[in-house]
Each structure stands twice: as structure tokens, then as C-alpha cells.
């Protein structure tokens, strides 16, 4: 089945401990990127990655890393958390688009993180 | 800067025609991509637009213009499982960056 998956679903941390949010899609998709949610905010992208080893900042990047090391996972890293990175995290993948192709993203189930 | 406009909040009854609008503002327009959310669920894929127009996909239709950065979901024969966020999202050329409005949360009562 064609997915992606994020793990873990929910965490609950402290302050300061480092963590990190993987993402795996099945779909040998090129292009991934990470969002926050928040309410009355929206989604909010954190970074993107076109492809392996290539990745960039989004909206609001301040506080997380990312790496793309393999084409299939892009984890998200928070190495020191802190309670306004308590948000809803949404993990998403596609293809690469050419400029005239309509590939949607596809979203992972979501990770619900509070940190206290 | 980019700008996605779209109404917070929206009721309907059941069996009714529901217009969803989003207006936006951004440079590099490639794109434009309605999503349903389910409270707490991810995101799924409802409709693409790139050219200006209406595409029609069952119950759900999708209109766009952009020489005025207008877009609208149009929702058929509503379901009370259609109460669920709807989001407008803007792709930006070069990038595939997407850029989401703030959603709109959609009620349908029986």
C-alpha cells in the first residue's frame, strides 16, 4: 500500500531533550516536506526537500534540522525542544513537479507533540 | 508576500450545495489544491487547478480564476461526513512549495 508513515504518533517531552520525528514513504517520491499545525494558523511548512541531500528551509524553520540522506525517509530533528514547538506535525511527500503536472502531496498521519 | 484568504467557518444541511471560496495573493503561481481534513487526521486530496475554469469530480467541483486569484469548491448533495476542514493551498513555481490558507471548518447538519 502506497503511504506515508511517521512515527511516533504522540510524545510527550521535556524541555530541552532532543527528539526526533521520522518519516518514510513507499512511493519513491522526490520532493518531501515537513509541516506545523496550529490552531487558526494553518499548516506551515518547516522544510522541504527536493530530492537526496538536498533540503531547505520553509516558513518556519527556526529550531528544527532535517537531513535526506535516503531517497524514502526525511526525519525531522528537534535538538532542543521547547513548549511553543507543541504543535500537530504533518510529514508529506510527492512527486517532483514539471511545470505542467498536478502532483498532489501526500500527508502521514500526523504526530501530536507536547512539550512541557 | 503570499496571502490565502478563506472563510473560518461555514454551516450547511444535509442534502444542500455548499461554496467554499479562497482568494490569494502570491508570486510564481503554479497551482492551486483543495484538501479535506478530518479533525485530527491528515490532509487527503480533493482537487487541482491550474488553468482558469471549473473541474468536476462527483460531488465535488472546483473553480478557478486567476486574473483575479480566485478559487471556490463547490460541494454537492452534502453528507454529514463532509463536515470537515477544507483547505485552500497555492503552489508556488520552482519550488513546489505549497502554501495553505488556514482552512475552512464545514458543518453539515441533518
Known amino acids: 500500500e502506497a503511504q506515508v508513515t511517521q512515527n511516533p504518533r504522540y510524545l510527550i517531552t521535556v524541555t530541552g531533550k532532543k527528539l526526533t520525528v521520522t518519516c518514510s514513504q513507499n512511493m519513491n517520491h522526490e520532493y518531501m516536506s515537513w509541516y506545523r499545525q496550529d490552531p487558526g494558523l494553518g499548516l506551515r511548512q518547516i522544510y522541504y526537500s527536493m530530492n537526496v541531500e538536498v533540503t531547505d528551509k520553509g516558513d518556519v524553520p527556526e529550531g528544527y534540522k532535517v537531513s535526506r540522506k535516503e531517497k524514502r525517509n526525511f526525519p525531522l530533528i528537534l535538538e532542543s525542544p521547547s513548549p511553543n514547538q507543541t504543535s500537530l506535525y504533518f510529514c508529506?511527500?510527492?512527486?517532483?513537479?514539471?511545470?505542467?503536472?498536478?502532483?498532489?502531496?501526500?500527508f502521514g498521519p500526523g504526530t501530536r507533540l507536547t512539550v512541557t | 508576500g503570499q496571502n490565502i484568504d478563506q472563510p473560518t467557518e461555514m454551516t450547511a444541511t444535509e442534502g444542500a450545495i455548499v461554496q467554499i471560496n479562497c482568494t490569494y495573493q502570491t508570486s510564481g503561481f503554479n497551482g492551486l489544491f483543495w484538501y479535506q481534513q478530518h479533525a485530527g487526521e491528515a490532509p487527503t486530496f480533493l482537487s487541482y487547478?491550474?488553468?482558469?475554469g471549473l473541474e468536476e469530480k462527483g460531488r465535488f467541483s472546483s473553480f478557478l480564476s486567476r486574473s483575479k486569484g480566485y478559487s471556490y469548491l463547490l460541494l454537492k448533495e452534502l453528507q454529514m461526513k463532509d463536515s470537515a476542514s477544507y483547505l485552500c493551498?497555492?503552489?508556488?513555481?520552482?519550488?513546489?512549495?505549497?502554501?495553505f490558507g488556514t482552512g475552512t471548518r464545514l458543518q453539515v447538519f441533518p
Open positions: 493551498a497555492v503552489r508556488v513555481i520552482d519550488t513546489d512549495k505549497l502554501i
Open positions: 487547478n491550474v488553468l482558469d
Open positions: 508529506a511527500s510527492s512527486l517532483k513537479v514539471g511545470h505542467d503536472l498536478s502532483y498532489e502531496q501526500y
